[in-house]
């Protein structure tokens, strides 16, 4: 079952961290939806470096290029593809996993948030996004704009093994985070 806006208004205080989150409650209670709760853009982001060979499992560290950005806007080139976080400190409670969306405006413009849009039962952090530039075209978007938005889904029974209780590479994140090494299973 998807939690609606009431259910979500009652919940905040426990689906966020209030005190780790770069927002503040009355503001997050204004971005509800009618059925989610939009997520807003922080300033640190992430860029890939080029010409770099990556190798899925491995720690790529050397890859990437942080920056903490004082401007006002996260200026995405043509086909480029960025990772950046959200302002808000989300808890997930173990009986409730969340899904994410580009906003349709954004997606209006070409811009996606990719892929990895399920937030597992137990997750606590900011949520590290991967935002791509679709278009031909330089996109601006404001730091602090609602870029994403998470519809919470209530589990049939709580979950047995949370994200907190497993090789949870990216609890309790404070800032985007690049891919971690993966334990390989032989």
Not at 20 to 47: C, E, F, G, W
Not at 77 to 83: A, K, Q, S
Not at 110 to 127: L, P, R, Y
Request: charged share 20%; with cysteine; glycine share 4%.
């Amino acid at each position: 079952m998807v939690l609606n806006d009431s259910a979500l208004e009652n919940m905040l205080p426990y689906l966020f961290d209030f005190e780790r989150s770069s927002t503040y409650y009355d503001a997050v209670k204004h971005q509800i939806n009618p059925n989610s709760i939009d997520l807003t853009l922080d300033r640190y982001i992430m860029r890939m470096k080029k010409n770099k060979h990556l190798t899925y499992g491995s720690s790529n560290e050397d890859c990437w290029d942080s920056q903490y950005n004082v401007e006002d806007n996260l200026i995405l080139l043509p086909n480029e593809c960025v990772l950046c976080c959200t302002r808000e400190y989300i808890i997930m409670p173990p009986y409730l996993c969340g899904q994410l969306f580009t906003k349709s405006t954004l997606g209006r413009m070409f811009v996606n948030h990719m892929m990895a849009g399920v937030i597992d039962a137990g997750f606590e952090g900011k949520v590290t996004l991967e935002l791509k530039n679709d278009s031909q075209n330089v996109i601006s978007i404001p730091f602090g704009s609602r870029i994403v938005q998470m519809v919470y889904s209530e589990l049939k029974n709580k979950a047995v093994k949370p994200y907190g209780n497993r090789n949870s590479r990216y609890m309790y994140a404070e800032q985007c985070e690049q891919p971690k090494q993966e334990i390989m299973n032989g």
